[in-house]
């Protein structure tokens, strides 16, 4: 900003400082728009290809908050390859072209694990969908499935410059042990309850209902696409012709 000068043509200090506290007040951008509500659909096997794509689809800086390290392309198709989506949960959430745009992956013990009772949470959100609650939704739907599982606590290792994912646990009210450049966060689940069964059945469907309106949609806009490619050869060839 360029400073105000008084009458004799020298700055005016006042006025510099006026200029300050009023840039300082106003925000340089809106913040993103939150949305109310984000389908959480379940994931499976046949889903692994959009998987994958999300993953790669991430900028470089991101796969290292995600996996604690600089995944290659070839590591993330392992990871992929190698998700367990019978002992484990996959969320996802689609956009209108029905590409995954965020994901959760809830990982589960094992069940020859002794005493073990905590399940593990991890997840990404494309990178233009920041700040919009995507992050937030996932791990509150983790922890809900979690909790129906019958487990007492989620839990979450990251690295300690990984703040959203770290914020997004405080907020739930976890606790975060900081150690050098990693973190743990815990937090305590409730006991299930017939309501968060309900919760879950609900949300389940409603993402499935979701999907299958997307589907439709695609399917629609893929037959008006085809209709059009029609008309346009038939245009171009009756011109032609009439040449």
Same mark, same amino acid.
């Given at each position: ?113 002794? +005493? #073990? &009772?905590?399940?593990?949470? *991890?997840?990404?959100?494309? %990178?233009? @969908? /920041? ?41 739930? +009210? #976890? &606790?975060?042990?900081?150690? *050098?450049?990693?973190?743990? %966060?815990? @937090? /305590? ?48 060839? *009756? ?5």
């Amino acid at each position: 900003m360029t400073p105000s000068i008084d009458a004799c043509g020298a700055p005016d200090p006042d006025h510099a400082h006026r200029d300050a506290a009023l840039a300082a007040a106003l925000p340089a951008d809106p913040p993103p728009e939150r949305l109310a509500w984000i389908p959480i659909r379940s994931l499976g096997p046949a889903h692994r290809p959009r998987i994958l794509e999300h993953l790669l689809g991430l900028p470089e800086h991101d796969r290292y908050l995600r996996f604690g390290f600089p995944a290659t392309d070839a590591q993330i198709a392992r990871y992929v390859d190698g998700l367990n989506f019978e002992r484990d949960e996959v969320f996802g959430v689609f956009n209108r072209r029905l590409q995954v745009v965020a994901l959760a992956h809830l990982a589960y013990p094992p069940d020859d694990t002794p +005493g #073990a &009772t905590g399940a593990e949470f *991890g997840g990404s959100v494309a %990178a233009h @969908l /920041r700040g919009r609650g995507y992050g937030s939704r996932l791990f509150e739907h983790a922890v809900l499935h979690a909790r129906n599982r019958g487990l007492d606590t989620l839990f979450i290792h990251a690295l300690s410059e990984n703040t959203a994912m770290l914020r997004i646990a405080r907020k739930a +009210g #976890a &606790t975060v042990e900081r150690a *050098g450049s990693e973190s743990d %966060a815990y @937090l /305590r689940l409730p006991p299930e309850t017939l309501a968060s069964h309900m919760e879950a059945l609900v949300g389940e469907g409603a993402a499935a209902l979701d999907y299958q309106f997307k589907q439709q949609a695609r399917l629609v806009d893929a037959f008006l696409g085809a209709i059009a490619e029609v008309r346009g050869g038939a245009t171009r060839t *009756g011109g032609q012709a009439n040449g």
